[in-house]
């Protein structure tokens, strides 16, 4: 923040600037000592007031003054990083875009939610394997053999014989060939 304030500003209100910068610096850290919160206290306040000196009032809003209660609750409810609602509200967002049906946008949201956890589940899953650059079953394949993949791609080619009683099993323990075979 110094280095890009340089140039830009007058050197009291770039060190307002700063101070406020190292505030909001200082109140989302991870880690904070509570012997401290008196002393930020005090220089929260000052840096306000010098806020208040050296812009004008018209940039004052309710923003500047949540800066003063956040300090004043860092002692009763701890971080303000355990408890703002950044990640929550993101969350919302990307589950307001998945509302297609407006009579219905809980439904519509699950679907949406859901849809993209699948997607997401494949896609992950499917990065672990090879791309096939050949089809298992080729109708333009030459001769009449075909093609089996046993295990992990190993591949086992079955003979004629074989591969008839293979179709004929099929075509007899089928639910659909059910009417012609009885």
């Known amino acids: 923040m110094p ?9 009291r209100p770039r060190m307002v600037v ?19 919160i008196k002393s930020f206290q005090l220089y929260v306040s000052v840096s306000l007031a010098l806020l ?25 409810c701890g971080l303000v990083a355990t408890r703002w609602m950044y990640l929550v509200e993101r969350c919302m967002k990307t589950l307001k875009l998945y509302v297609r049906n407006m009579v ?11 849809r993209d956890e699948c997607l997401s589940f494949i896609i992950e899953y499917l990065q672990r394997f090879d791309v096939v650059k050949r089809k298992i079953w080729d109708a333009n394949e030459e001769g009449d053999v075909g093609e089996v993949l046993k295990g992990v791609g190993i591949e086992f080619l079955m003979s004629t014989t074989l591969w008839d009683l293979a ?14 075979t009885q």
């Open 52 to 76: 208040d000196i050296h812009f004008p009032p018209s940039f004052f809003d309710i923003t500047i003054h949540l800066l003063y209660h956040l300090v004043n609750k860092l002692d009763l």
């Open 3 to 11: 280095l890009a304030l340089k140039d830009l500003l007058v050197p």
């Open 104 to 114: 219905r946008p809980k439904a519509s949201m699950a679907k949406g939610y859901a």
């Open 167 to 180: 179709h004929q099993y099929i075509l007899d323990n089928s639910a659909i060939m059910m009417p012609w």
């Open 18 to 36: 700063m101070r406020i910068s190292r505030v909001f610096r200082k109140l989302c850290n991870k880690v904070w000592n509570p012997l401290d």
